[in-house]
């Protein structure tokens, strides 16, 4: 079974400076997608941003980006340029890509970083 | 679209009772899923379907029945809730088992 790892319960930035949060996984696959999901206060769940295991290219949406090393099983998210918008819980997430496992299309979660961003 | 929405946002249950916790989706989509959501867990699956009529049991499924009726609606009953149950429930949906998930408001049960 596929396991992910948050090791930062909590972190906490300046606005406008930058942020990285650690997510590691374990699984024997080699193809898999990996997410970072944000959660406000609010509690929605917000996708921000998704890499593919095969794509050697490190994912990036606008400030959000991620560094994708595979073969160490790591896949952190960094913040630029952070806002106070940016306050949240943060989760990294694990999906198998290999159809006709029972695991197939289930999100695995690590336990979540909480972000806070300070004026 | 009204994307998907999760029904009640709040519910306080005593030990014993049942309820069924509301999720619909309007955006036609297959994949369907039930998380809940523990303080230091991250969120864990508990039932999902495929489609109408097929159903499997997730990380967690003890507790929570499902059924899939409909493409659109995918209801999750507690049938004698337990103090271990308190937790926030999401609901999520995708097009397919490859496509991003999108997730409901979530509901916030407390089991007395």
């Known amino acids: 079974a596929q396991t992910v790892t948050q090791s930062q319960p909590e972190m906490s930035v300046q606005e406008a400076e930058t942020v990285t949060l650690s997510c590691t996984y374990d699984t024997s696959e080699s193809d898999y997608y990996l997410f970072w999901y944000k959660q406000p206060p609010s509690r929605q769940m917000i996708l921000v941003i998704r890499?593919?295991?095969?794509?050697?290219q490190n994912a990036t949406e606008n400030r959000f980006s991620v560094n994708f090393q595979k073969a160490a099983k790591s896949f952190s998210l960094k913040i630029s340029d952070s806002q106070l918008g940016d306050a949240a819980m943060y989760f990294c997430a694990y999906r198998t890509s290999n159809a006709g496992g029972t695991s197939y299309g289930k999100l695995t979660f690590g336990q979540g970083t909480i972000l806070t961003v300070h004026p | 679209n009204a994307g998907v929405t999760q029904t009640p946002k709040f519910q306080v249950l005593k030990t014993g009772q049942s309820m069924t916790l509301q999720c619909a989706q309007d955006m036609n989509h297959e994949y369907m899923s039930w998380y809940r959501q523990d303080p230091g867990m991250g969120l864990r699956l508990i039932h999902y379907?495929?489609?109408?009529?097929?159903?499997d049991q997730g990380e967690v499924p003890n507790g929570y029945n499902v059924s899939r009726s409909t493409t659109e609606d995918f209801p999750l009953r507690l049938l004698s809730a337990a103090p271990s149950q308190t937790s926030v429930y999401f609901c999520?949906?995708?097009?397919?088992?490859?496509?991003?998930?999108?997730f409901g408001p979530g509901t916030r049960l407390t089991v007395t």
């Open positions: 999520a949906s995708s097009y397919n088992l490859q496509g991003e998930q999108y």
């Open positions: 890499q593919e295991a095969y794509k050697q």
């Open positions: 379907s495929v489609g109408a009529g097929i159903t």
